[in-house]
């Protein structure tokens, strides 16, 4: 069985953002407003499954086109673990994400529970980022 999320925040003007999870699932919830992350800056983000914390989760990052700029023949889910832009939650369940360049990253958060020996569940959370480019002083 396969359940899974994807979560999208939008603001139009200066955002009154507050984390809110549904506490239901896995969720990856942002700290701060998401929709203001800048190239170079650090988005905190914590990610949980029915409320409570996921520590040590793994959170697949992948910026737009990265598959094809270097010719990528794993899965976007990398069941290998090879992404070197993959990042992982701490005891707390907090990861920190920090992107160097602008543009659209998909980030993904997944977790599989064995119910019997031929059934598993899995969990999965998607989030869609937009970083912005730093506004140019003249």
Not at 47 to 53: A, E, N, Q, S
């Amino acid at each position: 069985r396969y359940y899974s999320r994807a979560d999208a925040y939008i603001a139009k003007g200066a955002p009154a953002y507050q984390a809110r999870p549904l506490n239901d699932g896995v969720e990856i919830i942002p700290q701060s407003a998401p929709t203001e992350l800048l190239r170079g800056g650090s988005l905190v983000l914590q990610v949980l499954r029915d409320g409570k914390p996921l520590p040590f989760a793994r959170l697949i990052v992948a910026r737009d086109g990265e598959h094809y700029e270097h010719r990528r023949i794993e899965d976007l889910y990398d069941a290998e673990n090879v992404r070197g832009s993959n990042v992982k939650a701490d005891a707390q369940c907090m990861v920190t994400f920090t992107p160097l360049q602008g543009g659209l990253y998909f980030l993904l958060a997944n977790t599989h529970e064995r119910i019997n020996k031929d059934l598993w569940n899995s969990y999965n959370a998607e989030l869609t980022l937009e970083v912005g480019l730093p506004v140019l002083k003249k």
